[in-house]
Every structure is written in C-alpha cells, then in structure tokens.
C-alpha cells in the first residue's frame, strides 16, 4: 500500500487482521483514494500515516481509536474539514493538511496539546481561533498561502513557536503581542501587505517582500537621499533604492525594530 500506482478508487474494507497487528506505519499515497475505510481505525499500534495526494473528501470519526498516532499526512486531498474527533489524538505530534480546501479548523484541534507541527498551507482558511493559544508545545506553524485578514493576539501564548509562516494572505498587520514570542527564531511574512513592523523578541530569521513590505517605510524615509538605513540594534544595513531588488530578503539579528 506504499506508492503505487494502483487505479484503485478506495482501499478495501475488510482488511486482512494480520495487517492490522503490530503496524506502526501506513503509506497509502498517490491512490486515488476517495475515502478511507473504517476498519483503517483498527491499527491500534500505528504511529505514522500517510494518505497523500489522493481525493479524499473527509476522515472518518473512528479516527480517534488512533490513539498512537504521532503523524498524520494528509496532503493534498480534497477536505473540506476535519474531524471534531481528531482531539482524542493526544501523542499527535505532527499534522500536514497542506493543500485542500480546509476554509477552517475544528476548535477541537486545538485541545492536541502535544502538537509540535502543523502545516495548513495551500488552503482556504479565513481565520485562526483564538483557542490556538492552548497549542503550548507548538514548534511549527505554517498558515500561507490562505486568506487570512489577521492573526490572533493570544498567538503570544504559544512559547515554544519556533517558526511561523504567514506569507501570501491578507495581512496589512501583524498583532502586536507578537512581540513576546521569544522563542520565535524565524518568521515568514511576505506576500502581505503589511506596513508597519514593531518586534522586540529574539527572532533570527525575519523573511519579507521588501519590495511591497517596506514601500511605506522608503515613502517617510525620503530624507536620505539614496540610501535607506535600517538600524537593527548592533546590526546596521544599508540599501540602496536602486538595488532594492537585489537585496536577498532575511535579515539575521536577535531583535528586529523596524518602524
């Protein structure tokens, strides 16, 4: 049930009960798959599947019976949600629902407090709860490529955020308990339209568009002629407008003040 190239259009249902004893992984991508069957929730030992790019439109409520689960992939499918259930799923350490038709997550998400990764991008999502604040152990949290206006202000809460991306959404701001998240080493926010940026945290890596991202800093900043001076604390670049665009756009400091 690896990659194959199988035409099938689901796997079968009555799955032979030597499969189902001691299987830690299962890998049914690239399938064609349109759903996946019960008796998938009977794994009681399995601690990684993979059902990517096939079309499945929903995950069955059973899957809460996955209670060794440590991976979940579910890449590139056709869900339009997620199960309510998935919050029983308490060793969940890492979901990628990348590329779907997600327009939101279940509040019950957000109860997987072992969650260290999740991946969201290439979906249609137009906001993030504030309930998002209970994922304390999250590391990684990808959101681009959707449509959100906004990010919550109790994001400050998740302390062990170590990577955010936002880029390409509908941002004109970032909120500004953003800030407090000091354990955030790499933020990822281009493709916005956002303006202003204020930061006191120990960010390493902060990723923009610099072209669109600081066109309002350049219009204030006019005063100096040909070159835009961006003072980092101990870090000082100097750009100039005609180069703009040569600028590769990461900037390495332990605390960012652009304003």
């Not at 202000?153 to 062990?160: K, P």
């Not at 005063?223 to 390495?252: G, K, R, W």
């Amino acid at each position: 049930m690896g990659n194959s190239n199988t035409n099938t259009n689901d796997i079968p249902h009555d799955i032979p009960k030597k499969w189902l004893i001691g299987s830690k992984q299962l890998d049914c991508s690239f399938n064609h798959l349109t759903s996946l069957p019960e008796s998938i929730c009977h794994l009681n030992a399995l601690q990684r599947l993979y059902c990517c790019h096939n079309q499945i439109t929903s995950l069955p409520e059973s899957i809460k019976l996955l209670n060794n689960l440590q991976t979940l992939w579910v890449i590139h499918n056709q869900l339009t949600s997620l199960p309510e259930s998935i919050s029983h799923l308490n060793d969940l350490q890492e979901l990628d629902c990348d590329s779907n038709q997600l327009t939101n997550l279940p509040n019950s998400i957000f109860h997987l407090s072992g969650l260290q990764r999740l991946y969201c991008s290439n979906n249609q999502l137009t906001k993030l709860p504030e309930s998002i604040k209970h994922l304390i152990n999250l590391r990684v949290l990808n959101v681009s490529y959707n449509q959100l206006t906004s990010l919550p202000e109790s994001i400050c809460h998740l302390n062990s955020l170590r990577l955010l991306d936002c880029s390409y959404n509908l941002l004109t701001s970032l909120p500004e308990s953003i800030r407090y998240l000091n354990g955030l080493r790499d933020l990822r926010c281009y493709g916005n339209d956002i303006k202003y940026y204020y930061y006191r945290n120990s960010i390493r890596e902060f990723r923009y568009n610099i072209a669109n991202e600081f066109k309002y800093y350049l219009q204030i900043k006019r005063t100096l002629n040909e070159q835009l001076i961006l003072d980092l604390d101990a870090v000082s670049i100097i750009m100039s407008f005609y180069n703009l665009d040569d600028y590769h756009p990461i900037i390495t400091s332990t605390t960012c003040v652009v304003c």
